[in-house]
Nanobody
Framework: VQLQASGGGLVQPGGSLRLSCAAS????????MAWFRQAPGKEREFVAA????????AYADSVKGRFTISRDNAKNMLYLQMDSLKPEDTGVHYC???????????????????WGQGTQVTVSS
């Protein structure tokens, strides 16, 4: 599976962005997919994850109620709709995939085998 993230940019606080992740590979529809982000000088952190069926969604507490993860298996696409953005959302955002992830590991970067190149999100006035 190869992943290509896009959609980042510069946005003012309170604004919105929609990230996309294009996946190649026949098994995309069966994979657990996730978004992570990394701010300068900080560790990569979990943002959101979605199971192959679109169910069993998980969000970081810091983005719950503001971000929505979704997928379109027919198009091999993963999305992250980000609303009410805050300066602390700034960072490189990565999409990730794994054939299967147990519930207890869904927020752990090392549980994911495949990673996109990342797209920069900057929230600033």
């Amino acid at each position: 599976v190869q992943l290509q993230a896009s959609g980042g940019g510069l946005v003012q606080p309170g604004g919105s962005l929609r990230l996309s992740c294009a996946a190649s590979g026949r098994s995309f529809s069966s994979y657990t997919m996730a978004w992570f982000r990394q701010a300068p000088g900080k560790e990569r952190e979990f943002v959101a994850a979605i199971r192959w069926s679109g169910g069993n969604l998980a969000y970081a507490d810091s983005v719950k109620g503001r971000f929505t993860i979704s997928r379109d298996n027919a198009k091999n696409m993963l999305y992250l709709q980000m609303d009410s953005l805050k300066p602390e959302d700034t960072g490189v955002h990565y999409c990730a995939a794994a054939p299967s992830v147990i519930v207890g590991q869904i927020r752990t970067p090392t549980a994911y085998y495949y990673w996109g190149q990342g797209t920069q999100v900057t929230v600033s006035s």
